[in-house]
């Protein structure tokens, strides 16, 4: 059989490795705290999955769906931003809702990219960022978006070193996996700065509700005047409502890019299960104490971590929004690689991380740490590192 020339482009996947060890030793009747896959355990508060329920008794409810999102849908997402971020979104024309804000963003490649475009995105990243337009054909060029980085001059100078013209850049804060927060001030900055240099801006604004500092809450890049322009901004609610497995989310802003998603969709799926979307919406008309709720379990966890893992011995830095710590290798651990010294956790403490260069190149030298065991699992982990750390 011939060769699959796309599949050329995807490397083998970082974390296959440990995800083997790990899976070898739950095999062998290890307890593995596994701080590794991003994946929410806190439950989708009550009335949601009651909604779900409810719905899902109406035979109607059983058909086709809409690819874009059922009006009420739409409507509520527009009601939350204007809610949240005093930004006004017309739901016919500038919102759709997509099958996670991942499916969100490996469509707006399809749409956006041609062979031989290039593109800007962060490094380190979620794999999507970067493998949704290599996928379809477009070259990229990386910014480092680590800790102590000016993020206007380590773009401007990425633009304007680059041989080709740069056709879109990823924005993602508060990032996965580092954590990184941006201002206002800084979208004020980009958004001039892209209609100078014609570049699309598509904002991964997944973490909104997930922040611990309530002066410096994230903005949506939409607030800024005349970013609808040029931008389209992705949302979830799999963190912010803990409805990882659901799917829903959204792609909102420029009216063009919208409906040449909508056009992509329409081809590729009839949109979630109708139940799900109907719930979806009773979620974005929630009371704000249900996000307050999930974000002060993350808050709780995140202080537990800090303190119990830098008694330990490790010193982790202590993230101001997102559900992921990202964190240097310890002093000790230093001359290895990411990933030897997550097997090294996994295999002698019992505690599964992701290695950093799973994020790309400037994610080597980190690993990240998923809030998603609850705290007495993670002072448990604290004294398997002590352990580990003594020896």
């Known amino acids: 059989m011939r060769e699959l020339e796309k599949l050329e482009r995807l490397p083998p996947y970082v974390f296959t490795e440990v995800n083997r060890i790990k899976d070898l030793a739950r095999s062998q009747g290890k307890d593995i705290i596994d701080f590794g896959m991003g994946n929410p355990d806190i439950p989708t508060p009550k009335h949601i999955v009651d909604k779900l329920v409810e719905t899902s008794l109406d035979p109607k409810m059983h058909r086709y769906s809409a690819s874009r999102g059922i009006s009420g849908l739409r409507k509520a997402n527009a009601q939350y931003y204007e809610r949240r971020f005093n930004v006004k979104l017309d739901y016919d024309k500038?919102?759709?809702a997509t099958i996670g804000s991942k499916?969100?963003?490996?469509?707006?490649?399809?749409?956006?990219?041609?062979?031989?475009?290039?593109?800007?995105v962060p490094n380190?990243?979620?794999?999507?960022?970067?493998?949704?337009?290599?996928?379809?054909?477009?070259?990229?060029?990386?910014?480092?978006?680590?800790?102590?980085?000016?993020?206007?001059?380590?773009?401007s100078s990425k633009v304007e070193?680059?041989?080709?013209?740069?056709?879109?850049?990823?924005l993602n804060f508060p990032s996965n996996p580092t954590a990184e927060i941006c201002s206002l001030d800084f979208y004020k900055e980009i958004v001039p700065y892209a209609k100078k240099h014609d570049i699309i801006l598509l904002s991964d604004l997944?973490?909104?509700?997930?922040?611990?500092?309530?002066?410096?809450?994230?903005?949506?890049?939409?607030?800024?005047?005349?970013?609808?322009?040029?931008?389209v901004e992705f949302t979830s609610l799999s963190k912010s409502f803990s409805?990882?497995?659901?799917?829903?989310?959204f792609a909102v802003g420029n009216e063009y890019l919208i409906s040449a998603l909508t056009r992509i969709k329409s081809y590729l799926d009839y949109g979630a299960f109708t139940p799900i979307q109907v719930a979806s919406a009773a979620a974005l008309n929630s009371e704000k104490s249900i996000i307050d709720d999930i974000r002060n379990v993350y808050k709780e966890r995140r202080d537990v971590l800090v303190e119990s893992f830098s008694r330990s011995g490790w010193?982790?830095?202590c993230p101001k929004a997102t559900m992921f710590a990202w964190s240097p290798l310890p002093e000790k651990f230093k001359h290895l690689s990411s990933l030897e010294f997550s097997k090294i956790l996994l295999e002698e403490a019992d505690i599964a991380v992701s290695p950093g260069i799973g994020f790309g190149d400037n994610g080597e030298g980190f690993v990240r740490l998923s809030m998603v065991e609850n705290e007495q699992r993670i002072r448990q982990a604290a004294r398997n590192l002590k352990r580990l750390f003594d020896e």
Do not use: C
């Open 161 to 170: 070193n680059s041989k080709k013209d740069i056709k879109a850049m990823i």
């Open 206 to 231: 997944a973490y909104a509700e997930i922040y611990f500092d309530e002066n410096e809450i994230p903005s949506s890049i939409l607030e800024v005047d005349g970013a609808k322009d040029i931008a």
């Open 124 to 155: 380190p990243a979620y794999p999507i960022h970067a493998f949704g337009f290599i996928i379809n054909g477009a070259n990229l060029i990386h910014y480092n978006v680590n800790a102590g980085i000016d993020l206007m001059t380590e773009i």
């Open 103 to 120: 499916e969100g963003l490996a469509n707006m490649a399809q749409v956006l990219a041609s062979e031989g475009d290039t593109i800007l």
């Open 243 to 249: 409805m990882p497995g659901w799917r829903m989310g």
């Open 315 to 317: 010193d982790i830095p």
């Open 94 to 96: 500038e919102v759709i």
